[in-house]
C-alpha cells in the first residue's frame, strides 16, 4: 500500500458510499472547520477542486496525493483530506439538527449562492458556507440595502413597491415592514437573538436571514463590518446618511458600485429602480456602447471583454466555458 493513496480498493469503495449519503454542505463545513489546515488554504482547495473544475468535495478523500489541482500536499493537507469523511460525518448531523429549526446551508458553489457577492466581492471576501432560513428567492428581486435604521418614510415607499426587497445588517433590533426584508447576520445562527416575530417572518417566505458563519459564533467588530459588506452587494441602490457612512459599507466592494441614495429620497429611488436616464446604475462614467449584439473570436476573448467592465463572476465564466464546450461536441457529431 502506498502513501499517497487509499488503504484498498474496499476503504473507496465506502468512502464513495459514504460521500452519496452525505450532502455536499457537509463536506466543505468539514474542511473549512478543520483544525489541521488553516481555513484559507481551504479555501483555496475548494475553489480549485469544485469551483474551477466542478468537482464534488466529497470526492477529495480519494484524491492521489499527485493530483496537480491539489498543488503542493504537504502531511497536514494529507491528513486533513485523510480525516475529511469523519469531519463529514459530523457536519451533515449538525446540518440535519439546523433542518429541523429551518435553518439550511449552501457553498459557494451552489447555484442559489448570491450572485451579488460574487460580482462584487473579492474571493477571499466570499464566504463559502452560508447558513440561512427563510426565502431565498427574495435574491431575485429588486434590492434596496439600508446603512442606517429604516426610517419610516422609507419604510412607507417600500410598502407601496410591488417587489422591492430592504436589505439590512442585524444589529440587535429589527423593525416589521410591510415588504419583504433580506437580514445580513453579524454571528452564528444560534448565537443571534432573534425576534419571534423576524423568525415568523422567514417562516412565511416573507424574510430571509443570511449568516456567513458558524451557527454558535459570536459578533466581533471585524465580523460586522465583513456582514456591511455582504449587505451593501447585495443591494441595486445603498441608502445612506451620508459619504462617510457609504464609505465603511463599500469599501470592500469591487466595481461597479450600487449607487448611493441619501436618506430621505424616495423619489430618487424610484428613479433608479425605475433605470431612469439620469442614473447609471453605479457604473459611473463609463462610456458605454450603444447595446446590441457583440461578437468575439472564442469564449476566452468573451470573458476577457466582459472583464472590462468589471469582475466576471467564476460561476458565469465556468458556464460559457462549458456552453462552448457544449457546442463543439454538437458540431463534432453533426455530420454535414
Known amino acids: 500500500m502506498s502513501k499517497g ?32 489546515i488553516r481555513r484559507n488554504r481551504a479555501k483555496q482547495l475548494l475553489h480549485s477542486w469544485c469551483v474551477e473544475l466542478g468537482r464534488a468535495a466529497s470526492d477529495l478523500p480519494q484524491a492521489e496525493r499527485g493530483d496537480p489541482v ?16 469523519k469531519g463529514a460525518e459530523r457536519a451533515a448531523a ?12 449552501i457553498t459557494r458553489a451552489d447555484a442559489a449562492y448570491p450572485e451579488g457577492w460574487l460580482a462584487r466581492l473579492d474571493e477571499a471576501h466570499l464566504p463559502y458556507v452560508v447558513y440561512l432560513h427563510g426565502n431565498l428567492e427574495l435574491l431575485w428581486q429588486p434590492t434596496v440595502t439600508m446603512a442606517s ?31 419583504a426584508q433580506i437580514l445580513v447576520l453579524p454571528e452564528g445562527m444560534q448565537a443571534a437573538e432573534l425576534p419571534q416575530p423576524l423568525v415568523r417572518a422567514c417562516d412565511a417566505d416573507h424574510a430571509l436571514l443570511l449568516s456567513p458563519v458558524a451557527p454558535g459564533i459570536q459578533t466581533s467588530a471585524v465580523l460586522l463590518n ?11 441602490v445603498l441608502v445612506s446618511n451620508g459619504e462617510a457612512e ?14 448611493v441614495v441619501r436618506s430621505g429620497s424616495p423619489a430618487e429611488l424610484d428613479a433608479l429602480l425605475a433605470g431612469d436616464a439620469h442614473h ?10 450603444p447595446a446590441g449584439p457583440v461578437h468575439f473570436r472564442d469564449v476566452e476573448s468573451a470573458i476577457s ?32
Open 226 to 236: 465583513a456582514c456591511r459588506a455582504l449587505a451593501a452587494a447585495l443591494g441595486d
Open 94 to 105: 449538525e446540518q440535519a439538527s439546523l433542518a429541523r429549526t429551518g435553518i439550511r446551508v
Open 246 to 259: 457609504s464609505a465603511v459599507w463599500l469599501a470592500q466592494l469591487l466595481p461597479p458600485l450600487p449607487p
Open 5 to 36: 493513496s487509499l488503504p484498498s480498493s474496499i476503504g473507496a469503495s465506502i468512502l464513495g458510499g459514504m460521500s452519496k449519503a452525505l450532502p455536499e454542505s457537509a463536506w466543505w463545513q468539514a474542511l473549512l472547520e478543520s483544525c489541521v
Open 70 to 85: 491539489l498543488g503542493e500536499v504537504d502531511d497536514k493537507l494529507w491528513r486533513a483530506l485523510r480525516e475529511l469523511p
Open 149 to 179: 435604521a429604516a426610517e419610516p418614510e422609507l419604510l412607507a415607499w417600500a410598502a407601496t413597491q410591488d417587489e422591492v426587497v430592504l436589505v439590512s445588517v442585524f444589529e440587535g433590533s429589527w423593525q416589521a415592514a410591510d415588504s
Open 280 to 289: 447609471d446604475g453605479g457604473r459611473g462614467s463609463l462610456d458605454l456602447p
Open 305 to 336: 471583454e466582459l472583464g472590462k467592465t468589471g469582475r466576471v463572476p467564476d460561476a458565469l465564466a465556468r458556464r460559457l466555458r462549458e456552453s462552448h464546450q457544449l457546442r463543439e461536441a454538437d458540431d463534432a457529431d453533426d455530420p454535414a
